[in-house]
């Protein structure tokens, strides 16, 4: 099994930036893909951007220009650079990734993104 150990929320005002990671325990070069979810209060979580294991990046509309995934497979770890940052951006942010092998998905803790106007 994999752990995932999320880090990088916190408060920022809006236009700021971010950065979150995602460190696995494992080689990220066996997992299918990962990526980060997000869920606002009373609100369904949401893809937010994916990775997958040939590189192929996936952004929903709204972070499209704004946001970044990336990987350094040399620290097993994926990022979620976040730029100009808008009060609507606020959720807890979840790493997820899919194992290759068996297609097990795994969450990371979350953590907390908070914008302010």
């Known amino acids: 099994q994999v752990q995932l150990v999320e880090s990088g929320g916190g408060l920022v005002q809006a236009g700021g930036s971010l950065r979150l990671s995602c460190a696995a325990s494992?080689?990220?070069?066996?997992?299918?893909?990962m990526g980060w979810y997000r869920q606002a209060p009373g609100k369904q979580r949401e893809l937010v951007a994916t990775?997958?294991?040939?590189?192929?990046?996936l952004y929903v509309d709204s972070v499209k220009g704004r946001f970044t995934i990336s990987r350094d497979i040399t620290k097993n770890t994926v990022y979620l650079q976040m730029n100009s940052l808008e009060p609507e951006d606020t959720a807890v942010y979840y790493c997820?990734?899919?194992?290759?092998?068996?297609?097990?998905?795994?969450w990371g803790q979350g953590t907390l993104v908070t914008v302010s106007s």
């Open positions: 494992r080689s990220i070069l066996s997992l299918r893909s």
């Open positions: 997820r990734v899919v194992v290759a092998m068996t297609n097990v998905e795994v």
């Open positions: 990775i997958q294991s040939s590189g192929t990046r």
